[in-house]
């Protein structure tokens, strides 16, 4: 009877070790986490309004917030699924300083464009559309980008929708479980290449 070949066991034993260790960080660290985190973005509508931040983060998504646009210097068109497209203005909003975003409202006239002088607009804070090419953001990741969505559209526009925590991802619990099936398939697939080896000498090793 042939034994066990040690090297192959040892690194299918460490990748299904490895794997099953990453599974339980995603159920144990991960998820827990992001539960918090979806939790605050819950409470954050219901928080005092406040100035635009001037470096905003994820912490404050869908915190209500306001901001005093100067000029407009450009107004440009982003996709917004079913409600068609998203107007956002890019604003001036002193002689230092980022500025800031705002999406004005929403329209389906793919060619539909507003006129808009500034001033003070409150709303809450979201991520900003990702304006690079689909190959470009699959090889760099990029720290999201924010803007202030209005709570009262311009002239001319549809609303915006409102801001939804459901729209955050949360998918920690299937990526445990995906783990633990990948740890299960190695191991079965080693176990039936072992049998086979063990009991027919002349197969291949596995």
Known sequence: MKRLPLVPTLVVGVAIVAMIALGVWQLVDRLPAKEAYLAQLSANPARP????????????????????????????RAGAGAAGFRLIATCRTGAEGP??????????????????????VSGWIAHAPDARPLIAGLFAKAAPDFLLVADHPVAGLSPNA?????????????????????????????????????????????
């Open 99 to 120: 500025g800031v975003r705002i999406q004005l409202g929403t329209t389906r006239d793919p060619a539909g464009m507003v006129t808009w002088t500034g001033g003070e």
């Open 162 to 206: 409102q801001p939804d925590v459901s729209s955050v991802p949360n998918n920690h619990l299937a990526y445990g479980v995906q783990w633990f099936l990948f740890a299960a398939v190695a191991a079965i697939i080693y176990a039936v290449a072992l049998r086979r080896r063990l009991t027919h000498p002349s197969s291949p090793r596995p």
């Open 49 to 76: 309004p406040i100035a635009w931040p001037r470096v905003p983060d994820d912490t404050m998504l869908f915190r209500r917030a306001s901001a005093f646009c100067l000029e407009p210097v450009e107004i440009r």
